[in-house]
């Protein structure tokens, strides 16, 4: 494949600033980030690689609309804090070696991609557009997977006790506009374990990031 043949990328000139380009040459692609785990290889992120990942985790979520459509600096800045997400908490479950993916799962969840597509030559299309085969979507969506399923484990015990719920019952009730617990529960629950588990992901994210050596290379929010 293209990325793997002809993407040539000079990481100092890039750490440096310089922005020229040799006589004769062309920008294939552009390092933006480098990322090293604890104790792991670091990974040269590149532009291609960014927008590939976005398209692919937007479409994931219904957002079908990302196979083709220009993704500003801001959406490519996400995907750029998406990716290094991804690689962190993957990292993470590999020296834990948990949850693994099998083959099975991860052919469903491919298959699961191709339904968001109207035709499968649409989906061929957005293949070509990524400069990817279908292995390498299916190997990213195996990583995406076992990403999922650990945090699941760690966000599954964040569920709110009855005391939890009556609580934040008593102290937001004008909220409810009278109705009575019982009516709101699984509602107060529900909301109770989102902010739980959106702070026990931020915190875990943190922490990693925190014993990680990120490099951004690059602002790709500046980019129009």
């Known amino acids: 494949m293209l990325k793997g043949a002809l993407v040539a990328v000079l990481l100092a000139p890039l750490a440096a600033g310089a922005t020229d380009i040799p006589a004769g040459g062309r920008v294939v692609d552009s390092v933006v980030a480098v990322v090293a785990a604890r104790g792991r290889e670091a990974r040269v992120v590149t532009l291609s690689k960014v927008t590939e990942e976005g398209r692919i985790a937007l479409i ?25 997400d991804q690689l962190l908490l993957h990292e993470e479950a590999v020296r834990l070696r948990v949850f ?27 293949l070509f557009e990524i400069d990817a085969t279908e292995e390498e979507l299916t190997s990213t969506l195996r990583r995406s997977l076992r990403v999922r399923r650990y945090l699941e484990s760690r ?9 939890d719920i009556e609580a934040w ?18 509602e107060i629950a529900a ?16 922490d990693l ?3 990680a ?6 602002d790709l929010s500046a980019r129009p």
């Open 60 to 84: 994931s979520r219904g957002g079908i609309e990302a196979a083709t459509a220009v993704l500003d600096g801001a959406v490519l800045r996400a995907s750029l804090d998406w990716y290094v």
């Open 100 to 126: 693994e993916v099998e083959r099975d799962a991860a052919v469903a969840e491919l298959a699961r991609f191709k339904a968001e597509f109207a035709t499968p030559l649409e989906f061929k299309a957005f």
């Open 155 to 163: 966000l599954g015990r964040l569920r709110p006790t009855p005391r």
């Open 169 to 186: 019952y008593q102290a937001h009730a004008a909220e409810y506009g009278g109705r009575p617990l019982a009516e709101v529960t699984e």
């Open 191 to 206: 909301r109770l374990s989102a902010a739980r588990a959106d702070g026990e992901t931020k915190a875990l994210l943190a």
């Open 209 to 211: 990031r925190r014993r």
């Open 213 to 218: 050596d990120i490099r951004i290379l690059v």
